[in-house]
């Protein structure tokens, strides 16, 4: 094969990659970085907010569980009215018709309730704190869902890119042929052979495309937009972001790691803490309660045939004032008390077991991201090696197609598996940067590349 061919098929190559590259971002001239990607999904998703709801209705309740130390105040007003017989100031018996108007003000505090109140406050305190943490779980698993969708979406857009790319070359291919069948070198049978080729080409960058719109249609549903026209996302720059042996870590370390800083872990631990309370607050029906009542009244009262005091006077002389305090002392209550601290214990184990189950469970996902990422890692460095493999060989299929040598046939499938080593080597490299990444994000770091 002479120079100025083999330029010109490894032009056609570089003009397909900047055709299917460029034109899109034209098109599209503000594309999505993972990071916007991320953070709009998490303002937006529902599920977000309402665990942010939830988080809300907790701090109420710690709110309410603080204000049950504070005095209760409360008014009320009455109006009786009687009739028939009834006794008189003489000691007898008469039909008579009275009426009577109360007025009371009266407040009470508790004094001891057995430490329920404190405990309460403190329980209430600590399902704050896990819901919270309830929320950053929700939040981290929107953004895991929105990377993978955000990556497949990377992959596909690669599948397109290499479809576009064939069909190019195939195009240009069809019109070589055209002029060689033209000036009596080729046959209408590589003509036909090649219009064939450039025909499934075109349907196969149709399934490509349609596989895209699919994927970013996933994309924009997890972020809540509306539609997804006009949207598009960014491709990362892959030079310098994968490396050849960046898995430098073991997933014990790694779950050492994630135990202080993953939420749903931080959640379950503070539920944990929260039985001690519960357990306490059970507790608290053993102890005797004491609190302190104080109140204000008076009344009017008229009956019908004797002379009465007016209004004004009556409330004022029958005003009245008084405080006490209230010792209630549990003795039996059907083993009620008894039951409930057996059921609050009972619950502390089960949390246990939860707290457990995380941990099992967030081991078991670590370990699988590691060994993606170690796969991965093995994938990309074989593909590394397949793509050099298979520019050589489409290099020297051209050049004995060039010089009569080969046919069309193996011409197509050497330009064929080029260019899909091309695409696989892309791909390899965005699942090691996502499955790194993911594996970063068990420790605490951000989730974005």
Not at 305 to 311: C, E, L, M
Request: charged share 20%; glycine share 4%.
């Amino acid at each position: 094969m002479n120079k100025s061919n083999r330029t010109s098929i490894v032009s056609i190559v570089t003009i397909a990659s900047m055709v299917t590259i460029v034109s899109p971002a034209s098109a599209q001239p503000v594309p999505w970085t993972l990071r916007q990607c991320t953070e709009y999904a998490v303002s937006h998703n529902l599920q977000v907010k309402q665990q942010d709801n939830q988080r809300l209705k907790n701090e109420l309740s710690l709110s309410t569980a603080r204000n049950s130390r504070l005095p209760d105040l409360s008014a009320s007003v009455s109006e009786n009215f009687s009739f028939g017989r009834g006794l008189t100031a003489e000691n007898t018996y008469t039909n008579t018709n009275t009426n009577s108007t109360s007025f009371s003000l009266g407040t009470s505090v508790p004094l001891f309730t057995g430490f329920q109140i404190p405990n309460t406050i403190q329980l209430n305190r600590l399902n704050l704190e896990a819901a919270t943490q309830d929320l950053e779980r929700i939040k981290n698993d929107v953004r895991t869902q929105v990377a993978q969708a955000y990556v497949q979406s990377l992959y596909n857009m690669e599948i397109r890119d290499v479809a576009l790319r064939q069909i190019v070359i195939d195009s240009m291919q069809v019109h070589r042929l055209q002029a060689m069948l033209d000036n009596g070198r080729a046959s209408t049978v590589e003509l036909s052979q090649q219009q064939a080729t450039l025909a499934n080409s075109r349907l196969t960058a149709t399934q490509a495309d349609n596989q895209l719109r699919l994927s970013l249609l996933t994309l924009t549903q997890l972020l809540e937009l509306p539609t997804p026209e006009g949207f598009t996302i960014a491709r990362p720059e892959l030079d310098g972001l994968v490396c050849g042996d960046i898995i430098a870590t073991n997933p014990d370390l790694i779950y050492t790691e994630a135990l202080t800083t993953r939420p749903e872990v931080a959640a379950e631990q503070l539920r944990l803490q929260g039985t001690e309370h519960s357990i306490k607050i059970a507790q608290a029906g053993l102890y005797p309660t004491l609190s302190l009542s104080a109140g204000l009244g008076t009344n009017y009262y008229k009956t019908s045939g004797f002379q009465a005091d007016g209004f004004g006077r009556q409330l004022k002389n029958n005003f009245s004032q008084f405080i006490g305090l209230n010792l209630q002392i549990p003795i039996f209550n059907r083993f009620s008390t008894r039951n409930n601290i057996r059921a609050a214990r009972l619950d502390q184990e089960n949390q246990q077991l939860q707290l457990d189950y995380v941990k099992k469970n967030l081991y078991k996902e670590i370990q699988q991201a590691y060994y993606n990422a170690v796969a991965a890692n093995e994938k990309w460095k074989s593909s590394r090696q397949a793509r050099q493999a298979a520019e050589d060989a489409f290099n020297l299929m051209q050049a004995k197609y060039e010089n009569g040598k080969a046919n069309l046939t193996e011409f197509n499938e050497a330009k064929n598996n080029f260019l899909k080593a091309e695409s696989d080597l892309v791909q390899a490299q965005y699942e090691l940067i996502y499955q790194t990444t993911l594996l970063d994000f068990y420790r605490g770091r951000e989730l974005s590349f």
